[in-house]
């Protein structure tokens, strides 16, 4: 088993920042794909960024060049620079690991997966 508990998450203004930290224990060798995903209540959940073998970041198109995702592995927690926020990035934040042959937040994270409890981000214009 691997948990993953977030946190970080707040209210702030738009173009203000915040950092979202995941930490990972237990199995954590089990996963070699880390990402970050959003959902708003009634939406369907979206990916935004993973974190690869190798530190291979990858990122959605709306939030590239304003979101950084990056691992500390001594401490086994992911991390999610969100600058210059937008009200549109107001959602609840996820957490997910898994093993994947291609790291990508695409693809089939239902089953197989770790999930964290989430974390509130609320961005006011």
């Known amino acids: 088993q691997v948990r993953l508990v977030e946190s970080g998450g707040g209210s702030v203004q738009a173009g203000g920042s915040l950092r979202l930290s995941c930490a990972a224990s237990g199995n954590t060798d089990r996963t070699n794909c880390m990402a970050w995903f959003r959902q708003v209540a009634g939406k369907e959940r979206e990916g935004i960024a993973t974190?690869?073998?190798?530190?291979?970041?990858r990122y959605r198109d709306s939030v590239k060049g304003r979101f950084t995702i990056s691992k500390d592995n001594a401490r086994n927690t992911l991390y999610l620079q969100m600058n210059n926020l937008k009200p549109e990035d107001t959602a609840m934040y996820y957490c997910a690991a898994a093993w994947k042959v291609v790291c990508s937040y695409g693809g089939n994270w239902n089953s197989g997966s770790y999930w964290g409890q989430g974390t509130q981000v609320t961005v006011s214009s």
């Open positions: 974190f690869g073998p190798g530190g291979a970041a």
